[in-house]
């Protein structure tokens, strides 16, 4: 069974030996392993389930150590990793041979990223190289944004969970790619799109394939609760039988028992309904009910993100 603590020097030296730690970061938990160890990396696809296709990103604590990963890093990355990292943001880059390909699906891309979390940033400080992180949930499932979620789900794989407290953005990076000039996002996440394009001019959305491994990260079916999940805008939504749950944006609705109810934000703020997002969708899925009923939040910000996780967690996989 995984202990959970806040030791660094414990957690270094598992990954020192090969073996997997769940890290807190930001976003969500990652499942750390040394990306450089392919041993290491391939038990990360074992413990998650995690189909081979699916590429894993890489973690470290500054610009100048990811260039040792990296063949080039085009204007406008740099001009992104200058303003948001460390931060909710991934880049996808020309990878360098050091990078397993397993790492990387066999893509000549690799994705990096330098998370925001205080405990994390000391670990990676401490280590002569990279952590490859998805997310510390098994594939396909909710994320986790607190220790007890990886604890629940993947305690019996892993040796330690670095407790660094609740996850502040609560879901995961905004990943962007760079090709011929057209900087493509893979996936929509933490920061705003809006500030983006004022960094950098406009950005183009990759749509989401079904299971196309050119195309990875884009999988339709994501992020979803076992129970069956279906969503609805504001004036859609009505109460259902007794054994429904309810993921509301600011208000409860009228007819429908509270106790299975949760407000994503009560003040209308997406950055509160993002952090709650993962959290409330599981507590829901643990209630004795037989489907769930969500609302959409407006989508402009961050709101696109949790509507794109939403959507994705609806579709059954
Ligand atoms: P997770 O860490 O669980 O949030 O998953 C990492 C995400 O990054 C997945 O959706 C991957 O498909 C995506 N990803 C990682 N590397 C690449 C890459 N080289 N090209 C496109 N997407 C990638
Ligand atoms: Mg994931």
Known sequence: MAVTGSDLHV???????GELVAIPTETVYGLAGNA?????????????N????????????????????????????????DRFWPGPLTLLLPKKDIVPDLVTSGLDTVAVRIPNHPLTLELLSQLSFPLAAPSANPFGYIS????????????????YILDGGECEVGIESTILGFENDE???????????NEIESLIGPV????????????????????????????????????GDAETGYLMFDKY???????YQRLLSPNRD???AAHNLFAYLRELDALPVSEIKAELVPSSGLGLAINDRLQRASVPA
Do not use: C, W
């Not at 450089?36 to 998650?48: G, Q, R």
């Open 11 to 17: 957690a270094k030296e598992f990954l020192i030996k």
């Open 36 to 48: 450089l160890n392919e041993k290491a990396v391939l038990s990360i696809f074992e413990a998650k």
């Open 50 to 81: 995690r189909p081979a296709f699916d590429p894993l990103i890489i973690h470290t604590d500054s610009i100048e150590k990811a260039a040792i990963y990296v063949a080039d890093i085009p204007e406008k990355a740099r001009v992104l990793a």
């Open 144 to 159: 986790p944004t607190k220790p007890e979620h990886v604890e629940k789900q993947l305690g019996d794989r892993i040796p």
């Open 183 to 193: 900087t493509i996002v893979y996936r929509l996440g933490g920061l705003d799109i």
């Open 204 to 239: 183009v959305l990759m749509p989401h394939s079904t299971s196309d491994p050119k195309a990875p990260g884009m999988l339709k079916s994501h992020y979803a609760p076992r129970k069956p999940l279906h969503l609805y805008r504001r004036d859609e939504i009505v109460p």
């Open 253 to 259: 609705l009228e007819g429908a028992d509270r106790k």
């Open 270 to 272: 997406l950055k509160e």
